[in-house]
């Protein structure tokens, strides 16, 4: 059985109240109350969350997720900016001078000291449009010309929070939870912060053992090294008693020559 972590942190029901990360994330996707949300200095700008939900369900989800953030906390947790992405070498060993990146930026959760991804969507399917009338006579008038397919998306109104895929070295898959008309997100947040630790714990096994079999091959190329450069220096020392061998071979054949 699981160990599911205690939550004591109350659901939060005022997005004025909510941490500087929730209320950047809310003025970003324009909630209707944007205008009330205060920042500190230096707060108004940087990463926000990964949502995807309809415009009625927005308010619901940015609460959500600062309920969830400081349910994190407790836990020792806490956002984390996106990594810094790598610079490519071109020659000589100059750095390519890269534009900042235009769009948003997205926070991940640092869990126990590893880097976990998540985000807050709303279930919904996509359901085709009938063609319009204009499509209809076009049609008629050229069989051949096919109208194209046209969907709208249709939201249930029920959030998931989603843990994103972890691609390799850790090659784990993602993990969603799911709201009902009979359960909240709220009270899956024990079994959805016990994942995140098992998670946490899996990618510090991987850590460990990356590190472990880059000592065994740092050792091994040691071990390599250390053997090549004693068959160089044998291989001098080879050299050096053969040519002294062979200067001691013409020194007593020059004596016998002397004597004689």
């Not at 003025?27 to 200095?41: D, Q, S, W």
């Not at 063609?131 to 709208?152: F, I, M, S, Y």
């Amino acid at each position: 059985d699981v160990d599911l972590p205690a939550i004591t942190v109350a659901v939060t029901t005022d997005l004025t109240q909510a941490s500087d990360l929730v209320k950047r994330t809310a003025r970003h996707y324009k909630h209707p109350r944007r205008a009330e949300l205060k920042f500190t200095r230096g707060e108004a700008h940087g990463p926000i969350l990964r949502l995807h939900v309809s415009p009625a369900s927005l308010d619901r989800a940015l609460l959500l997720a600062d309920t969830f953030l400081r349910a994190a906390t407790e836990q020792g947790w806490s956002p984390i900016p996106p990594p810094e992405p790598e610079s490519p070498r071109y020659g000589y060993g100059r750095t390519a001078v890269h534009a900042q990146p235009s769009g948003p930026t997205y926070a991940d959760l640092a869990v126990d000291g590893h880097r976990i991804q998540f985000q807050v969507e709303e279930r919904a399917d996509q359901r085709p449009l009938p063609p319009t009338p204009a499509e209809l006579n076009r049609q008629k008038r050229h069989p051949g010309d096919r109208p194209t397919p046209r969907t709208e998306t249709v939201w249930s109104g029920h959030l998931r929070l989603k843990r994103t895929r972890l691609d390799y070295p850790y090659d784990i898959a993602a993990k969603s939870w799911y709201e009902t008309n009979h359960r909240t997100l709220e009270t899956l947040f024990p079994r959805i912060l016990a994942d995140f630790r098992a998670v946490a714990t899996r990618m510090q096994v991987i850590d460990e053992e990356i590190a472990r079999e880059q000592r065994e091959h740092e050792e091994q190329e040691r071990r390599q090294q250390a053997l090549a450069e004693r068959r160089e220096a044998n291989q001098k020392l080879i050299w050096q008693l053969e040519h002294q061998a062979g200067a001691w071979h013409r020194a007593q054949f020059l004596r016998r020559y002397v004597r004689a």
